[in-house]
């Protein structure tokens, strides 16, 4: 009988995709990184506990493109900063990617917030105009020139905090508690620029950010990195303390309780 692929695996051939998962090599990406002070008060407002606001509110939109042979794929995030366990990191609220397959494991293994979406950068000499889009809403964007090459600095862990959850199946709550995630990412980068530019937040039902308005930008830079990632579950934290922020995960929160019609399946 030929094979039936939906059928079970031979463990060995879980083993060697685990194996190749656990070897790759350095992915190399460009990307634009932007830096702004917000309001204190919006800030905090989007993290849910036991999350807490760092020192500064800061925010911080980064928009990459990593040219994977026969697979180019576009990366970004909004993230604000963030504390918990005694360390200080960073929350995402938005992580859009140009292809499904960075979906997948960001979404089901460490609870990132990711979703389809458009990432764009452009350079024309020393100009550099980059934008996160979804439902045709460039809802970042930063513009800016090109400055003096700045010193590299050395191999450092950054920490992210997302929240891993799956909605109940009655349409209520969870299925089970959710738990906190702490991913750290060890990033070396071999290429950084400094750039003169702005930051323009434009108006989404989709994607909110610009209630997180540019006090006072920071800094923008270009440059060309890579990343690994590990990740841990820290705690486990409460159901209703988390509710009343899942809509930050979906464009339309009643989504989740949506089904096929009846009939159609």
């Keep these: ?14 083993e060697a995709d685990r194996e190749r998962t656990a070897h790759l090599p350095d992915i190399w990406s460009t990307g634009v990184v932007a830096l702004w002070e917000s309001d204190p ?20 939109a980064a928009i990459s493109k990593v040219d994977l042979p026969g697979y180019p794929l576009g990366a970004g995030s909004v993230a604000v900063a963030a504390h918990h366990g005694g360390r200080d990191g960073w929350y995402p609220l938005v992580m859009p990617m140009t292809h499904e397959r960075a979906l997948i494991g960001g979404r089901e293994v460490f609870g990132e917030p990711k979703k389809l979406g458009e990432v ?23 513009r800016g020139a090109v400055g003096a090459a700045l ?53 989404s039902a989709y994607d909110p950010v610009a209630d997180l308005p540019v006090r006072r930008l920071v800094e923008i830079t270009i440059g060309e990195k890579t990343t690994d990632q590990r990740g841990r579950v820290v705690e ?11 809509h930050q995960r979906y464009d339309d929160v009643r989504q989740i309780v949506d089904g096929p019609p009846e009939g159609s399946v």
């Design 151 to 203: 010193p590299l600095p050395p191999p450092a862990e950054k920490l992210d905090f997302y929240f891993k959850f799956l909605p109940g199946v009655d349409g209520t709550g969870f299925d089970a508690d959710p738990v906190l995630v702490h991913c750290t990412r060890t990033e070396k980068v071999r290429k950084l620029e400094a750039m003169s530019g702005d930051v323009l937040l434009r108006e």
């Design 236 to 246: 486990r934290v409460s159901a209703q303390a988390l509710l009343p922020y899942v």
């Design 120 to 142: 764009v950068i452009e350079r024309d000499g020393g100009v550099v105009r980059a934008y996160l889009a979804r439902h045709g809403i460039a809802f970042v964007e930063v």
């Design 41 to 60: 008060d919006a800030v905090a407002a989007v993290l849910p506990p036991p999350l807490k606001p760092a020192g500064r509110p800061l925010l911080r």
């Design 1 to 14: 009988m030929a094979r039936v692929r939906y059928g079970a695996r031979e463990a060995a051939e879980v």
